[in-house]
């Protein structure tokens, strides 16, 4: 399994950005994707996930109503659209993959496939 993250870059407080995860070397309809961010001293933290076959999702507090996780089918992407950015979201963002074992998977842990990390800087 291959995840590939992009999208990451520098956006004042307000603006938005959109994170892509190209997944490859399986099929993915019995896996759950996550967002997960790390900011500098902080633990890493799941910022929404997806489970790819249903499209139910989870967001975490921090994040809800402000972005959306979303699964493309024909092209094995994972996004995550951020809209409303704050400072306090500037963070590497982290794609991961795992298998559905009937719940969310909320802990880095649980997660056994992962992307390379890309930087999203919010300047206030």
């Known amino acids: 399994v291959q995840l590939q993250a992009s999208g990451g870059g520098l956006v004042q407080a307000g603006g938005s950005l959109r994170l892509s995860c190209a997944a490859s070397?399986?099929?993915?309809?019995?896996?759950?994707m996550g967002w997960f961010r790390q900011a500098p001293g902080k633990e890493r933290a799941l910022v929404a996930a997806?489970?790819?076959?249903?499209?139910?999702?989870f967001y975490a507090d921090s994040v809800k109503g402000r972005f959306s996780i979303s699964r493309d089918n024909a092209k094995n992407t994972v996004s995550l659209q951020m809209n409303s950015l704050k400072p306090e979201d500037t963070a590497v963002y982290y794609c991961a993959a795992d298998l559905w074992r009937g719940s969310y998977h909320y802990t880095p842990v649980e997660y056994d496939y992962w992307g390379q990390g890309t930087l999203v800087t919010v300047s206030s």
């Open positions: 997806i489970n790819w076959s249903s499209g139910r999702t």
């Open positions: 070397g399986r099929a993915f309809s019995n896996y759950v």
